[in-house]
Nanobody, 124 residues
Framework: QVQVVESGGGLVQAGDSLRLSCAASGRTFSTYTTGWFRQTPGKEREFVAVISWSGGVTDYADFVKGRFTISRDSAKNTVYLQMNSLKPEDTAVYYC?????????????????WGQGTQVTVSS
């Protein structure tokens, strides 16, 4: 019913910035809780950020607070992850997630819809 597609990943230097985009097809994101997870081979999937359907509630993993910002543009049916002050340890595949579930449940990894992932590589 809903497809989510991430873009914007790439290779950057430590300290640089990158903005990831997540575009939805099918049902609009306007009523969905959306978020971002990341995963590196050999490590468990990690929660990164989440935003409520209204955009009024956001939450972040401790390791990105003050550096990453999640936002959404209802007109473009798109959610963004602005990543600043990138570190080599931020290197991972980043996944966009979406669901009608609450912020808390999406944060816990219970979203129904997941994107294919976009690779972010930060060199030291």
């Amino acid at each position: 019913q809903v497809q989510v597609v991430e873009s914007g990943g790439g290779l950057v230097q430590a300290g640089d910035s990158l903005r990831l985009s997540c575009a939805a097809s099918g049902r609009t994101f306007s009523t969905y809780t959306t978020g971002w997870f990341r995963q590196t081979p050999g490590k468990e999937r990690e929660f990164v950020a989440v935003i409520s359907w209204s955009g009024g509630v956001t939450d972040y993993a401790d390791f990105v607070k003050g550096r990453f910002t999640i936002s959404r543009d209802s007109a473009k049916n798109t959610v963004y992850l602005q990543m600043n002050s990138l570190k080599p340890e931020d290197t991972a595949v980043y996944y966009c997630v979406a669901d009608l579930r609450s912020v808390e449940r999406v944060r816990a990894g219970e979203a129904r819809y997941w994107g294919q992932g976009t690779q972010v590589t930060v060199s030291s």
